[in-house]
């Protein structure tokens, strides 16, 4: 009885964690790009206080909106925060930084606000 209990906890750790990695590879690309940049725990985006940084993630959204849609489910796609946060990385610096140039460009003024 104890081994039956065993493998239902079992059965209901690995349902838990597949359940968790895939809510990360369902997510639509903007809510992936809002989790990239609210996990980031270094950096400006770290340092910003929320009205800014909730500024910040809508201009990085509202950049990308021109990214190729291959490009956005390939970065919506990966399994865990992580995979997509390297993706995203990959994405954003790929084509002599294309996008993070794009995203200099229209975010700029907001990155130069108080607020930290």
């Not at 009885?1 to 639509?28: E, P, W």
């Not at 980031?40 to 340092?47: E, F, I, L, R, Y």
């Not at 959204?61 to 925060?81: D, E, H, M, V, Y």
Request: overall charge positive.
């Amino acid at each position: 009885m104890q081994s039956l209990h065993a493998v239902g906890r079992c059965a209901g750790a690995i349902l838990l964690i597949s359940g968790i990695y895939s809510a990360a590879a369902a997510a639509d690309f903007p809510t992936v790009v809002e989790n990239i940049l609210r996990s980031q725990t270094s950096g400006p985006m770290a340092k910003m206080d929320e009205p800014k940084k909730a500024a910040m993630i809508a201009c990085v959204k509202q950049s990308l909106f021109g990214l190729p849609n291959g490009q956005k489910r390939q970065i919506a796609a990966g399994a865990t925060l992580d995979a997509q946060e390297k993706l995203f990385g990959q994405v954003v610096m790929a084509d002599h930084a294309k996008w993070k140039q794009q995203i200099a460009h229209d975010c700029a003024s907001i990155a130069m606000k108080g607020g930290a």
